[in-house]
């Protein structure tokens, strides 16, 4: 043939690997380093105040270590409040676009708490029973946005054991603590992750409304305890 049709390239599809490694366009990668920023004053002070609080429980200071353990809740509750309204930003902004990308499901070797493997196991249940790399995206969002809630109230309920000096077994709540913080972290680590991946999909005129949606207040989180409190015992 002496005249071929000029086919149009097809846009290339990425892995999770591949949309994380690869470098975002100017304007996105300064919202994204922007965001990530935030994300990350937050956790870095969190977990310098809670080794701080460990600390201070192993040099028998129970008094500071229950006052310190009260700001680490704090800081806890602000950073999941954001990544919760992250999420939500995420699933409401992805409505509108046609390209999502793929997400790959939670690991459950990547927790430690029985409430964020179990929510990683259904993760990776449903993540190959559902169809197509749209819905996968929304369950995903939907599975980060409830575990990092529920991490923040176990959270909150052995810290203020703790802080309020009832817990039966205070050496389990100190645990408890540790171990939520560390899962609270794999959840900030994998929105992360997907925020990256969102914003590459993400056309260029929708940013803007993105970014005035991830810079409004977070709704205050919903809170709930899990467990009845026990009686007074020290700590």
Known sequence: MLFRRKQKSLPVRRDVSGNWISALPRGKNQLFETVVRRWETTYGMM??????????????????????????????????????????????RGRHVSGLPVVAPLNVDFFRGDTAQSAASWNGLL????????SR??????????????????????????????????????????????????CLRETEVVFKCFLRALPNEQVSAFSAKLDAP??????????????????
């Open 47 to 92: 977990s310098v105040a809670l080794d701080e609080a460990l600390s201070l429980r192993a040099r028998g200071q129970l008094v500071s270590a229950r006052q310190q353990v009260s700001i680490v809740a704090e800081l806890l509750v602000r950073l999941a409040a954001t990544l919760v309204g992250a999420c939500d930003a995420m699933s409401d």
């Open 127 to 134: 993540h190959h029973v559902l169809l197509g790399d749209r």
């Open 137 to 186: 995206f929304f369950h995903k969002l939907r599975i980060l946005s409830g575990t990092v809630q529920d991490v923040a109230s176990e959270f909150c309920d052995a810290a203020q054991d703790i802080s309020d000096g009832i817990s039966i077994q205070p050496g389990a709540c100190w645990t408890a603590v540790d171990s939520l913080h560390y899962d609270l972290s794999t």
């Open 218 to 235: 977070a709704p205050p989180l919903r809170l709930t305890s899990a467990r009845p409190r026990l009686t007074r015992v020290s700590a």
